[in-house]
């Protein structure tokens, strides 16, 4: 697979593939946004991918030609930093090509991407029932003994 597999920032012709990407990964945490926040999200990572300062960044996996995942993430300040971190925020393959290296391939892209930036950590979340990805980010990263709270 590797041979085949390309993982690139999101072009403007990607959006339709973008969304039904994304839109799977928002049904399976039983989610959902708005149009505005599609053509926002999109907007923004285009302007990310082009060197706009502070925007949301995102790749795309392509698999023989057809793209079979994503990854959206972004930089920020940190106050035990003098250094960005960045933030992994979505991340996700589709289900006929899972257990092949698109998630990890997808990871991996992201800590180039921080290290490029001179970016000290990459962090991500997910929820405690994702038996499946845990697996792999048992072994690409360490779980922290964080637990999250939000309004």
Not at 1 to 23: F, K, S
Not at 96 to 121: H, M, Q
Not at 122 to 128: F, G, H, K, S
């Amino acid at each position: 697979m590797a041979d085949e597999l390309t993982i690139r920032p999101l072009e403007a012709g990607d959006e339709a593939e973008w969304r039904r990407l994304w839109t799977a990964y928002l049904e399976f945490y039983e989610s959902s946004v708005t149009e505005e926040v599609y053509r926002s999200s999109f907007d923004r990572m285009l302007a990310g991918n082009a060197g706009a300062p502070n925007e949301f960044h995102g790749l795309i996996a392509i698999d023989r030609g057809r793209p079979v995942g994503l990854v959206h993430y972004l930089f920020h300040r940190h106050g035990w930093k003098i250094e960005n971190v960045c933030y992994l925020q979505d991340l996700y393959a589709d289900p006929d090509v899972r257990g092949k290296g698109i998630g990890r391939a997808l990871i991996e892209a992201v800590y180039a991407a921080a290290d490029a930036e001179g970016c000290p950590a990459v962090y991500w979340l997910t929820q405690d029932f994702n038996a499946t990805a845990r697996k792999l980010y048992d072994r690409i990263g360490n779980l922290t003994p964080f637990i999250k709270y939000s309004r």
